[in-house]
């Protein structure tokens, strides 16, 4: 199983994915943000970080980078991808995902272990999880506030395509709690909290977060 | 050579945390009656030549696809020298 991790410059979290892609069994597949090649992956993450400096909107200028505009047509074509924070921000300013990442409503960069709730176990990239499941996984973000207007919001709830919400406390402004949605199909998944720095005692707070790797191994093989 | 100056804003309904931080430096500063401070962005670009029509529409598709997100902001794009 080939699970393809983007490098952009200014991407932090690439390693931390392969990472997880492979203490989840999959083979980790480094994907160059210059080069508009896929190389044949399964599914794709798309890191943290800072691409391109946060310059102009977080996100906004790797949206227009070669190897997005193969994700963006595979996207649509039932490749399953990963957003994870400054992802998340890409695929939303890539408009595979409604809504948009904005400054944390109290202006401070926040890092800690959050506690979140699995909305829905139906995306590729949840469904190891179970309804209700409660996970903690480290935060670290300045422009997490999700936001989008309240046709959109009631859309994402009354689909069941929050995929995950805060608990307990609310981070970073986001409307309704949301830390994660998926498209309607289910492929394409966007995560503010980062589930890839949460797969070894060692390092991370738990272990919750491997189940976002396991599952989509798990949707590859079953697709 | 042509000036192109977009000015892009968070659209009214977006929480703009920066500028009611900048409103409170205000009020500290004892500038007083400020009912709200927005915070936005200005693009100046300059251009060989004159701006065409066709030149002109790419400017719309670059403010609307780039430079701003219309999820959250809207733009305004002034070409110099128009009335």
Known sequence: MRIGVVTFPGSLDDRDAARAVRLAGGEAVALWHGDADLRNVDAVVLPGGFSYGDYLRCGAISRFAPVMSEIVSAAGGGLPVLGICNGFQILCESHLLPGALTRNDHLHFICRDQRLRIEDTTSAWTADYAQGQEIVVPLKNGEGCFVADEHTLDALEGEGRVIARYVGVNPNGSRRDIAGIRNARGNVVGLMPHPEHAVEELTGPTTDGLGFFTSILHSVVNA | ?83
């Open chain 2, 1 to 83: 050579m042509a000036r192109v100056v977009v000015d892009v804003m968070l659209k009214p309904e977006i929480l703009d945390p920066q500028g009611r931080a900048v409103q409170g430096a205000l009020g500290r500063l004892g500038i007083e009656g400020v009912l709200d401070v927005r915070q936005g962005k200005q693009f100046v670009i300059e251009l060989e030549g004159e701006v065409t029509a066709e030149r002109r529409e790419q400017l719309h598709a670059l403010a609307s696809e780039l430079l701003c997100n219309p999820v959250i902001e809207d733009f305004i794009l002034i070409v110099e020298g128009d009335e």
